[in-house]
C-alpha cells in the first residue's frame, strides 16, 4: 500500500547524506498520505544506502503499523504528535546536523539575520524549553512532539510560517508540503545556522534583521501576494 509515497519517503530519506545532514544513521524522514492520514517512515537505525522500498514502514495515524516487516524510527511518536497538531503538514525530517544542533545544545533559537533566513523562515527559529525529568520517563518522543506544538502556541508560531524548530539538548526538525519539501527545509535550516553563528562571531551584538526586510523578502515567496519565481 501506498507504493508512491513509499518511494518518496525512501527518497527523501536517501537525500539526508547526499546535503551533509546525517552521519550514521541519525535521522529520518517521513511523509503523509492526506487521504488516509497514514503516515511512512524509515525504519529504525538502517543504513541509508542499504535502504528499500520494502524497508518503509507504514503506520495509521495512531502510529501503529499497518505494514512493515522492521520497526519504525524510534522518533515516530514525535512524527504522530505533529501530524496531529499541524494538520497542514505532509512530511517530516528529524536530523543531527552539526550547526543547527549547536545551538539547539545551547537552547537556543537562531535569530533572522538576513534574507537568505527571510525567504524561508519568519523570524527567529524557535528553540523549545528543556524537558523535565518526568517527561523524559514517560513517552518521551511523543512529549518532545508535544513540547514543540506547545513552544508554537506559546508565541502564536505559525507552522506553515516557520517549517522547522530546534528540540532543547537534541536537534532540529523541519517540515513541508511533503517529505521532499521537508528536507529541502532542513537543509536550508543548517545553512542559516552557520550563517547566524558566523556572523555573530564577527559581529557579537548584532541585532535582528528590520522587521521591514523580514516582511518584504518572506512574503515575496510565501502567501497570496508571492511573487518570487514561475509560479
Known amino acids: 500500500m501506498l507504493e508512491t509515497l513509499k518511494k518518496e519517503v525512501l527518497t527523501a530519506n536517501q537525500e539526508l547524506p547526499r546535503l551533509g545532514l546525517v552521519d550514521f544513521t541519525w535521522g529520518n524522514v517521513s511523509g503523509r498520505d492526506p487521504a488516509t492520514g497514514s503516515i511512512v517512515i524509515k525504519p529504525s537505525g538502517v543504513p541509508y544506502e542499504t535502504m528499500a522500498v520494502g524497508d518503509m514502514v507504514v503506520v495509521d495515524a495512531e502510529g501503529r503499523v499497518i505494514e512493515g516487516r522492521l520497526r519504525p524510527s524510534s522518533d ?4 504522530v504528535e505533529l501530524y496531529r497538531h499541524f494538520p497542514s503538514i505532509g512530511g517530516i525530517v528529524h536530523t543531527h546536523s552539526s550547526w543547527a544542533t549547536v545551538w ?3 537552547c537556543r533559537g537562531i535569530p533572522a539575520l538576513g534574507t537568505t533566513h527571510a525567504d524561508y523562515f519568519y523570524g527567529e ?15 518521551y518522543e511523543a512529549r518532545t512532539g508535544l513540547a514543540i506544538v506547545d513552544r508554537f502556541r506559546e508565541d502564536n508560531i505559525d507552522p506553515e510560517n516557520m517549517p522547522a524548530v530546534l528540540v532543547a539538548n537534541h536537534g532540529p526538525f523541519a ?16 545553512l542559516v545556522a552557520r550563517m547566524a553563528m558566523l556572523s555573530l562571531r564577527i559581529a557579537p551584538d548584532l541585532p535582528p534583521m528590520p522587521q521591514h526586510l523580514l516582511d518584504k523578502h518572506f512574503f515575496r515567496k510565501h502567501g497570496p501576494g508571492a511573487y518570487y519565481g514561475q509560479g
Open 175 to 190: 517540515w513541508g508540503a511533503d517529505a521532499s519539501a521537508a528536507v529541502h527545509n532542513a537543509a536550508v535550516l543548517e
Open 104 to 106: 539547539a545544545q545551547a
Open 76 to 79: 515516530l511518536p514525535t512524527h
Open 125 to 139: 527559529i524557535p528553540c523549545t524549553r528543556v524537558l523535565a525529568e518526568a517527561q523524559t520517563a514517560d513517552r
